[in-house]
């Protein structure tokens, strides 16, 4: 089993940056895409920005768009998520997900990943 264990979340003033951490364990590859998703109060879980496996190829949301980052290190078996500029609409619980699926590219539709971590939560006020 994979276990992913997101870190980074914390109370940040609109226009401030925080950098989420996501920490896979268990039987993970490094060959598995990444992605993270946020879930803001009283809305459905949404897509933010997706990674291929080796870095390569990157996706965000039009919302995030300039503003967030997604990067991995698979020496580590790490996936990060930069955020800049911060909004208070970002407020969310931040999720990062894998997908067992090997390829090469980014995945934004929450059923193609397989793990999900149990979230860290991000508040920005204004």
């Known amino acids: 089993q994979v276990q992913l264990v997101e870190s980074g979340g914390g109370l940040v003033q609109a226009g401030g940056s925080l950098r989420l951490s996501c920490a896979p364990s268990g039987r993970f590859s490094s060959r598995y895409p990444m992605a993270w998703f946020r879930q803001a109060p009283g809305k459905e879980r949404e897509f933010v920005a997706a990674i291929s496996w080796n870095g390569d190829n990157t996706d965000y949301a039009d919302s995030v768009k300039g503003r967030i980052t997604i990067s991995r290190d698979n020496a580590n078996n790490s996936a990060y998520l930069q955020m800049n500029s911060l909004k208070p609409e970002d407020t969310a619980v931040y999720y990062c997900?894998?997908?067992?699926?090997?390829?090469?590219?980014?995945?934004?539709?929450?059923?193609?990943?397989?793990?999900w971590g149990q979230g860290t939560q991000v508040t920005v006020s204004s």
């Open positions: 997900a894998a997908s067992r699926y090997i390829g090469s590219g980014t995945y934004s539709l929450q059923r193609e990943y397989d793990y």
